[in-house]
């Protein structure tokens, strides 16, 4: 098991909110291959929370089936942590097939940037990113959101020694043959509150130069979306709640796109704005 070192430890405060980022960049990138695995104290008190390892696995299933596969898969650690996935009942393979539902385990659910992380969905305590290879030595076997992506993000929720549970994010590239996967960053909400994918981080929200054109903010009144460059197309806008629930949504057709709030509820509110490949959102307090 390779040691997890980190260089650059930031903490954001969102001040009107009360609500607290920690922010870790792992840096550089780490990149670990099959037999490897890593431990990521995810709020940095000493414990560990999610474990994730790389392993090539051969082995006949309870069906008879002989498999061959890569396969990365999460575990929690020291403590009570959970994974945002699902249960998958397609045909797939891994290092718990023995367990008590075989064949339908949990699939790891990839988030993009901006995403929410809210209320209690389908959390589960292992969570399978990718798996590639063979079933009965000529049938492809590629399995999983993560497969072949750059840099998406496991989310979930922990419970730590004090009883004190908050939600949580890791910034992850995982190979095509599901043969590496890099550490890229990691992030958790320390106040409790929601929290969205890759929140805290300091460049993950201007990726790319798109994004650095656009501009959301809030004013008493409305959302403005203002997008400052020519390919606004297949982009929409969306406010949720904290408990993840979509308030209102609204597909973009111009550059400047206002979203009235006047009639919603005193509280806090999340706007996100989200393309194919990139997004960006603000909390925000209705009072």
Same mark, same amino acid.
């Given at each position: 098991?390779?040691?997890?070192? $980190?260089? %650059?430890?930031? !903490?954001?405060?969102?001040?009107?909110?009360?609500?607290?980022?920690?922010?870790?960049? #792992?840096? *550089?990138?780490?990149? $670990?291959?099959?037999?490897?695995?890593?431990?990521?104290?995810?709020?940095?008190?000493?414990?560990?929370? #999610?474990?994730?390892?790389?392993?090539?696995?051969?082995?006949?299933?309870? %069906?008879?089936?002989?498999?061959? !596969?890569?396969?990365?898969?999460?575990?929690?650690?020291?403590?009570? !942590?959970?994974?945002?996935?699902?249960?998958?009942?397609?045909?797939?393979?891994?290092?718990?097939?023995?367990?008590?539902? *075989?064949? $339908?385990?949990?699939?790891?659910?990839?988030?993009?940037?901006?995403?929410?992380?809210?209320?209690?969905?389908?959390?589960?305590?292992?969570?399978?990113?990718?798996?590639?290879?063979?079933?009965?030595?000529?049938? *492809?076997?590629?399995?999983?959101?993560?497969?072949?992506?750059?840099?998406?993000?496991?989310?979930?929720?922990?419970?730590?020694?004090?009883?004190?549970?908050?939600?949580?994010?890791?910034? %992850?590239? #995982?190979?095509?043959?599901?043969?590496?996967?890099?550490?890229?960053?990691?992030?958790?909400?320390?106040?409790?509150?929601?929290?969205?994918?890759?929140?805290?981080?300091?460049?993950?929200?201007?990726?790319? /130069?798109?994004?650095?054109?656009?501009?959301?903010? $809030?004013?008493?009144?409305?959302?403005?979306?203002?997008?400052?460059?020519?390919?606004?197309? /297949?982009?929409?806008?969306?406010?949720?709640?904290?408990?993840?629930?979509?308030?209102?949504? #609204?597909?973009?057709? /111009?550059?400047?796109?206002?979203? /009235?709030?006047?009639?919603?509820? *005193?509280?806090?509110?999340?706007?996100?704005?989200?393309?194919?490949?990139?997004?960006?959102?603000?909390?925000? %307090?209705?009072?």
């Amino acid at each position: 098991m390779k040691k997890l070192y $980190y260089s %650059l430890l930031i !903490t954001l405060l969102v001040g009107a909110l009360n609500a607290q980022v920690l922010y870790t960049d #792992v840096a *550089p990138d780490l990149t $670990y291959t099959i037999t490897d695995s890593t431990e990521i104290d995810i709020n940095n008190n000493g414990s560990i929370d #999610v474990r994730i390892y790389a392993k090539n696995l051969s082995y006949t299933s309870v %069906l008879g089936y002989s498999i061959l !596969t890569n396969s990365i898969y999460a575990t929690n650690g020291w403590t009570r !942590t959970s994974f945002l996935s699902e249960r998958d009942s397609s045909l797939s393979f891994g290092p718990y097939e023995w367990s008590s539902n *075989p064949y $339908y385990y949990p699939k790891a659910t990839a988030l993009n940037y901006g995403d929410t992380i809210c209320g209690k969905p389908s959390w589960f305590l292992l969570a399978i990113l990718a798996e590639s290879g063979t079933i009965n030595g000529s049938t *492809p076997h590629n399995y999983g959101e993560f497969l072949g992506v750059s840099h998406k993000y496991l989310c979930g929720w922990t419970i730590d020694s004090t009883n004190s549970s908050y939600y949580y994010w890791i910034g %992850l590239g #995982v190979g095509t043959k599901a043969n590496t996967f890099t550490l890229k960053d990691y992030g958790f909400e320390a106040s409790g509150a929601c929290l969205l994918a890759g929140e805290g981080s300091p460049t993950t929200s201007i990726k790319t /130069n798109v994004m650095e054109s656009v501009e959301l903010n $809030y004013n008493n009144e409305f959302i403005k979306l203002t997008i400052n460059h020519d390919d606004y197309s /297949n982009g929409s806008l969306s406010i949720y709640d904290l408990n993840g629930k979509v308030i209102s949504n #609204v597909n973009i057709i /111009n550059k400047i796109t206002n979203l /009235n709030t006047s009639n919603f509820t *005193p509280g806090v509110y999340i706007a996100s704005y989200k393309t194919a490949t990139a997004g960006k959102s603000i909390k925000f %307090l209705i009072q």
